[in-house]
């Protein structure tokens, strides 16, 4: 086999196939646990197969990604082959990271600040930092403002044909996803390097003898405030011999993760005992589909997470059964609700009643029961009857069975490129975050809405079949990105309506679940929208609560429910009228009340410049701003008024006025009026000639006017002419 040289990260072999025998997980104490299904992982990376047969120097320059680097290259004014190292490295990074996130959007992964939505993000932001940073500029088509992410990606996708249609198929969304994502890096990249331009020139002023660092808490504000990924930061930081610190980044993060990331509803059986559990426990027998009821025997009984031989009245347990009725929650539907019974010898009294308030499956297939005991004792190996709740499961099911049409609504309304980005199915709801770049419009909920209650009026029976996943793809099933399957699969199907990949419960036939009405529609994150809907007896709930709701309002209008919005439209008109009315009073008022302390202006020289300021009470924003504006205007130019009132509510009004002779001495009304409303706790700002400001402490009005009195006079008696 010919040896390929100049490999970049060895001068003499390239490895292009390894063998990998798995055997152990390695857990969290560094301790190793044997793994329940040993294989051997055999590895040929395609590109490095490509590199040899195509005889070239690197990876990057075989027919997979050289036509990508190709083309920003030619967008950037330079020839790959005259280039140097540097060039090439930022090349390289382009035709790399170009290819993976056009797949990655092709699968259905949204650029967002979470998951695997913030790889894509950080990939899509270094390209485009690496690509301004060689001279790229404007979409390639003549326009100099334009996204150059989108001519890239027209390239990766032309190389994509052959090999995986789907990605041509899903061109218009990928374009649009890049664009958006590249103008809104862009808008904030310019201030973003600016600043950190600035914090690394400190960093290297203060580092005296040490080693210069970036802190934590600037590396987080570029992140939070800028869309700096850390790794850009680290690489521009790094560039200019500067380090950062993570644990100070880590720590700024901490409390953004615990919210942003998802939780993992992860049971642990015990600590340093679930090798043995796994072990004396086999998978739990899934019984759910055909049944709500289930004898079965007690395998496991664990509080805390630890192994227990029995449990009396009173105690929360986790139970392990041989075979259950339950559903555990996986595929976004929550585990069943319902009681175990333990019965005595032959079905004897009844021993003990256990209510089961969740199920939850645990290191592979085995069902985790929590509970709590309301009566009696259970002990490991006795016989028990399983019951679930029949009413919440059912809840379950139709809200299941219509996320799967509501899915194929939205694709059917607003594009086939729409993909699903997770979901809950709920006993009363059900909620499901779909990717798309903007929110619905009205027209297309309703749409949505009524596609799917005609789908649930045709009454059709849905169809339920196990089959090797290839032949379920092969069939058009749907398959969730990111989830794991098996070679065998469930797939449930509403012919003609929706195929999908799904182990969770649903009707027989559409028409159990009776009815559908979507609640909201918002987004979650950058490009990923949540619709929240209600379908089945909780669909019923809703209608007749909102029927109840209409009554009343129509009783308190005394109109008929069809006239409700033009009697609304009027009564906020009406008020608007009203309003308008009463501030145009108050305006006029203040304006009265402003005409008699005119006289009150004092001259100040050298510029006999007409200075007043006054409290004017309880005058409002509006008031306060006419006033003011009558003022100056009446006093000879040039001339500074500055008012304050306290309109309740513990609220504060500051307004300044300055004539055109005072800007001309330098003094503005925007800065000035500023620092005084910091005296009453607040701020503001505005134009050199006018501007306003608020507070929320009015006991210190008195003394921020004085304040003000005092620094207007010294501010023009200083003023050279």
């Not at 592979?364 to 005991?373: A, R």
């Not at 309301?374 to 016989?383: A, I, R, T």
């Not at 509501?406 to 909620?431: M, P, W």
């Not at 797939?491 to 909201?520: D, Q």
Request: include cysteine.
């Amino acid at each position: 086999m010919r040896c390929v040289q100049d490999l970049n990260d060895d001068s003499r072999f390239i490895e292009f196939y390894n063998l990998v025998f798995m055997q152990y997980n390695k857990n969290d104490d560094g301790s190793l646990e044997p793994l329940k299904q040993k294989n051997i992982d055999t590895g040929m990376g395609l590109e490095r197969m490509a590199r040899i047969l195509q005889d070239v120097p690197n990876n990057y320059e075989t027919d997979l990604i050289f036509p990508i680097m190709e083309k920003a290259a030619s967008m950037a004014l330079v020839s790959y082959s005259k280039a140097d190292d540097a060039m090439r490295t930022n090349l390289k990074v382009i035709g790399d990271h170009m290819r993976a996130v056009v797949y990655l959007i092709s699968d259905g992964v949204i650029p967002s600040n979470i998951g695997r939505g913030y790889v894509v993000r950080r990939l899509i932001r270094r390209v485009v930092r690496t690509g301004r940073l060689i001279g790229m500029r404007g979409d390639g088509h003549e326009n100099s403002e334009g996204a150059f992410l989108p001519s890239l990606a027209e390239t990766v996708i032309s190389l994509s044909r052959e090999i995986d249609p789907d990605v041509e198929s899903r061109r218009k969304s990928i374009l649009g996803e890049l664009l958006r994502e590249e103008l809104r890096f862009v808008q904030t990249l310019g201030r973003g390097e600016k600043l950190l331009d600035e914090l690394l020139d400190e960093a290297l002023g203060s580092a005296g003898g040490d080693k210069p660092c970036l802190s934590g808490k600037d590396v987080f504000l570029l992140y939070d405030t800028y869309g700096f990924p850390i790794e850009i930061t680290a690489e521009i930081a790094s560039e200019r011999g500067v380090t950062i610190d993570m644990k100070g980044f880590d720590i700024e993060m901490e409390n953004q993760r615990k919210q942003s990331q998802a939780a993992h509803n992860v049971i642990k059986l015990s600590v340093g005992n679930e090798t043995e559990i796994v072990k004396s426990i086999p998978d739990t027998e899934f019984l759910g589909y055909e049944s709500l009821f289930a004898t079965a025997v007690v395998k496991g009984l664990l509080i805390n997470g630890n192994p227990v031989e029995n449990v009396s009245e009173g105690t929360d347990v986790e139970i392990l059964l041989d075979r259950t009725p339950f559903y555990a929650e996986s595929g976004g539907q929550v585990g069943d609700n319902g009681f175990l019974y333990v019965y005595g010898e032959e079905g004897g009294k009844q021993n003990a009643v256990i209510e089961i308030k969740d199920v939850q499956k645990s290191l592979g297939n085995i069902f985790v029961h929590k509970g709590t005991i309301k009566q009696g004792s259970v002990e490991v190996g006795k016989k028990i009857d399983a019951a679930v709740d029949g009413k919440l499961r059912q809840g379950a099911k139709a809200h299941h069975t219509a996320t799967h049409l509501l899915q194929s609504a939205l694709k059917s309304v607003i594009g086939s490129e729409t993909s699903q980005a997770g979901s809950l199915v709920a006993f009363d709801r059900l909620r499901f975050d779909f990717s798309f770049h903007r929110p619905l419009a009205e027209k297309e909920l309703l749409e949505i809405e009524s596609l799917v209650n005609q789908w649930i009026s045709d009454a059709t029976h849905l169809e339920t079949n196990v089959m090797a996943l290839q032949d379920a793809k092969n069939a058009g099933a749907t398959a969730m990105f990111g989830e794991k399957y098996g070679e065998q699969v469930r797939v449930v199907e509403v012919p003609g309506v929706s195929m999908e990949l799904c182990g969770g419960t649903h009707v027989s036939n559409t028409a159990e679940i009776r009815g559908f009405k979507i609640i909201s529609e918002q987004g979650i994150a950058s490009g990923v929208r949540r619709i929240e809907a209600v379908a089945g007896d909780a669909f019923v709930e809703y209608v007749c609560s909102r029927d109840n709701y209409m009554r009343h309002l129509c009783s308190s209008l005394k109109v008929k429910a069809e006239d409700v919005n033009s009697r609304v439209e009027t009564i906020l008109e009406e008020l608007r009228t009203a309003r308008n009315e009463a501030s145009s009073l108050r305006s006029k008022i203040a304006v009265l009340k402003a005409a008699s302390l005119a006289s009150k202006a004092v001259l100040v020289e050298p510029h006999n410049v007409r200075i007043l300021v006054e409290n004017m009470g309880d005058v409002d924003a509006d008031g306060l701003k006419s006033a003011a504006e009558h003022l100056v205007g009446t006093l000879q130019d040039p001339a500074a008024v500055i008012l304050g009132s306290s309109p309740g509510d513990g609220k504060v009004s500051l307004v300044a006025a300055f004539s055109p002779g005072v800007v001309k001495l330098g003094v503005q009304a925007g800065k000035f009026v500023g620092g005084i409303a910091k005296l009453c706790g607040g701020g503001g700002g505005g134009k050199p000639n006018f501007a306003q400001a608020g507070g929320r402490k009015p006991e210190n009005l008195p003394d921020a006017l004085e304040k003000a009195r005092a620094e207007i006079v010294a501010a023009v008696s200083s003023k050279a002419s």
